[in-house]
């Protein structure tokens, strides 16, 4: 009787959430975990955010809006678009979703038929393959090498192309490796698709956390025809420290947003009005503590990264975007005598007490993702417990 459906038996639970929900129970139990697991920002969100949600529900704002998202929500996201990228979207070329994460799954809900192949670069977002998997779609995953910033050359991305492909998903600034892709890799990336006639997911979510002077492009601000392959991906969750407010959205092809809202109207029915009316606020108001945010990450990493390479057997490329180090541990993991990184994760959290997320479920066995997001004190303490347990055992 309750069997479950075909499309659910290989869905795998979150990397992410496992440990968080592993470290969690420690520290229930009274042990001193040091969570290094977390996937937001550990920023409360703005106060004018809050104060004009809470404003648009005593003014009576608590109703149904359209299933796209109200006009005025999609007004701020084109006044941002214009602002960043000076890209000009029609409200009917955007949709408000619950979450980029929902944008992403209704998207490809949309797009795929049983079969169509989805190009994923690793190390990917783990949400990637499951959602292609669960629209009927065929995840291609192809190897970001480190050599390369973990980032897939237009020579990989042609080969990985079949009769099959319909889309490719680009995600930069990415979690997990920090990694941007400049303007010329864009532009080599783009003409590839262009060629090939494959459609860009472009996942944006951390557009404003960059670092080191560096700037983030978006595929779709290089051409008119780019423009018109993408489907950009973006949200408020990082930017504005929104995760709990569930709003995202994507821009691009009339038709392909007139079906993902066509959907969302039988699944959703809308975002929730007051965090809408909380993004307007976010978008039209002022920046500044987007920017105090990002600083602040900033001066994390370049206190942290240091301490962090100096652990025999960790190299780590420096991230230039998002809130997450990417070491390569495997030697450190070799050193201590585990076969896997997954098993030296698991001993790190069990022994060192420090809660890390293994890169196997990035696609990327020899890292592990440590999220920034946390205080420095927590930080420099979880480094030393794993430089300190690695020389210990070594
Ligand atoms: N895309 C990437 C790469 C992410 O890391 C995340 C969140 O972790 C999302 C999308 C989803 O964000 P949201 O909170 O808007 O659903």
New binding site residues.
């Given amino acids: 009787k309750f069997t479950l459906a075909d499309r659910v038996s290989a869905l795998t639970p979150s990397t992410t959430l496992a440990i968080t929900a592993k470290a969690k129970e420690m520290k229930s139990q009274g042990i001193d975990v040091i969570g290094l697991g977390a996937?937001e920002p550990d920023f409360n969100t703005p106060e004018h955010i809050i104060k004009a949600a809470y404003e648009s529900m005593t003014e009576g704002h608590t109703k149904y809006t359209p299933s796209g998202g109200m006009a005025k929500l999609k007004e701020a996201i084109i006044h941002k678009f214009e602002t960043d990228q000076h890209l000009t979207y029609k409200p009917s070329e955007l949709i408000v979703t619950s979450?980029?994460?929902?944008a992403?799954y209704t998207l490809f809900q949309v797009l795929l038929n049983e079969g169509d192949e989805v190009i994923i670069p690793t190390p990917y977002?783990v949400s990637y393959p499951e959602q292609v998997k669960l629209a009927g779609g065929t995840p291609v995953i192809v190897e970001g090498k480190e050599e390369n910033e973990y980032k897939i050359t237009p020579q990989q991305l042609e080969e990985s192309v079949t009769s099959k492909t319909k889309a490719v998903i680009l995600?930069t600034p990415s979690?997990p490796t920090g990694m941007l892709y400049s303007r010329e890799e864009l532009g080599a990336i783009g003409e590839v698709c262009l060629e090939k006639g494959i459609m860009i997911v472009s996942?944006e979510?951390?557009e404003k956390l960059v670092y080191g002077g560096n700037t983030h492009t978006s595929i779709a601000e290089l051409s008119k025809e780019l423009k018109e392959q993408t489907i950009v991906i973006n949200?408020v969750?990082k930017s504005h420290s929104m995760?709990g407010w569930?709003i995202?959205y994507a821009a691009g092809n009339e038709s392909v947003i007139k079906a993902m809202t066509n959907l969302a109207s039988h699944s959703t029915s809308n975002p929730t009005t007051t965090s809408q009316y909380g993004t307007v606020a976010a978008y039209m108001g002022d920046q500044m503590p987007v920017e105090e945010m990002r600083e602040a990450f900033e001066e994390r990493l370049n206190i942290v990264f240091d301490k962090l390479n100096r652990i025999p057997g960790f190299h780590c490329l420096k991230p230039q975007g998002a809130f997450y180090l990417f070491p390569n541990v495997s030697e450190a993991a070799k050193k201590t005598g585990y076969h896997t990184v997954d098993e030296f994760t698991k001993a790190l959290l069990e022994e060192a007490k420090v809660a890390v997320i293994p890169g196997s479920g990035f696609g990327s066995e020899n890292n592990i993702r440590l999220s920034y997001a946390t205080s420095l004190d927590a930080l420099e303490e979880a480094i030393g417990r794993m430089q300190k347990f690695v020389e210990d055992k070594s």
């Fill in positions: 996937g979450g980029a994460k929902h992403l977002w995600n979690n996942d979510i951390y949200g969750s995760t569930r995202g």
